[in-house]
């Protein structure tokens, strides 16, 4: 069946709406970035650029590092931005554009999101990187989908017990990362983490200026939380949406974080432009190795 106009919206160009892009422009290993800024920060090591875009906050640049094809976009903040992002690169690889309807054969797409983050645990130090292995999500975006297949729903429920979760926030999600991209990327130099995927950057993340929070213990909280293996290492707002979207696609996705904050000790980086560069060559080795 034929996907309707209103439904999937494609430019004059035939590119999809959002992005402004067409097949041809993505490779199937997609490095995300929050800042459009950054995504000159992945490009400018590599080898030869073949193609660059911009449409508002999505800024995307296809070339070469290493003889890799990788395709490097920003997604802006927000799993709201990633649910966009996510669908319509999906829809660039396996729905055929001009005749409306979903591929026989789909292509899975790796994820490789570079990121920065805030650490909620004095071991894990600023100016370090941590691979997220798990994920949960305090938006909602995972529920407008039908997604039980895909989530840690044990996890999610000791974490509603264990920090008198409030009726009035969104309901968790925990959705794992690809262990075949966890593996790839993972080394001596690099934190093992369960990252919490916030809806804001000051309230949610239990910064106080002006507004007093609800629950202003919620951070201790989160922290002292375990399950197992698990405890919840680091705050951002993306991780989650990714890793929800990216498994119920098919398709392999991983998030990279630059630890610049550590919420418990109060510490920030000195330089986290130098750490984020760090990260970046860091993930592009691994990936060509």
Wanted: net charge neutral; aromatic share 8%.
């Amino acid at each position: 069946m034929s996907i309707a106009a209103s439904e999937l919206i494609l430019n004059p160009d035939g590119s999809v709406y959002h992005l402004n892009l067409r097949p041809e422009h993505i490779s199937n290993t997609i490095i995300t970035v929050g800042d459009p800024d950054r995504v000159d920060s992945v490009t400018t090591y590599f080898d030869s650029v073949e193609f660059k875009i911009k449409k508002r906050e999505f800024h995307t640049q296809t070339g070469t590092y290493k003889g890799k094809r990788i395709t490097v976009i920003s997604t802006g903040i927000g799993t709201d931005n990633i649910d966009i992002v996510l669908n319509e690169l999906d829809a660039l690889v396996n729905i055929d554009l001009k005749k409306r309807t979903v591929k026989d054969t789909l292509t899975t797409l790796d994820v490789i999101r570079i990121g920065t983050s805030g650490s909620i645990q004095k071991h894990i130090p600023i100016n370090s990187f941590l691979i997220s292995e798990y994920a949960v999500g305090f938006d909602s975006l995972l529920h407008y989908y039908q997604s039980d297949s895909v989530q840690e729903k044990d996890v999610t429920k000791a974490l509603k017990e264990a920090t008198s979760w409030d009726e009035f926030k969104s309901h968790p999600y925990v959705v794992s990362c690809s262990k075949e991209l966890f593996n790839k990327l993972s080394s001596k130099h690099t934190f093992k983490g369960f990252t919490g995927t916030n809806v804001g950057f000051y309230g949610p993340q239990g910064r106080v200026l002006r507004l007093k929070l609800k629950d202003n213990k919620l951070n201790e909280k989160l922290a002292q939380f375990k399950y197992n293996n698990l405890q919840i290492t680091n705050l951002e707002m993306e991780t989650a949406g990714i890793y929800g979207l990216s498994k119920l696609l098919g398709h392999n996705a991983i998030s990279m974080n630059a630890i610049l904050a550590n919420r418990a000790t109060g510490e920030f980086s000195e330089n986290p432009s130098k750490l984020i560069e760090k990260l970046i060559v860091y993930t592009l080795n691994k990936l060509v190795e």
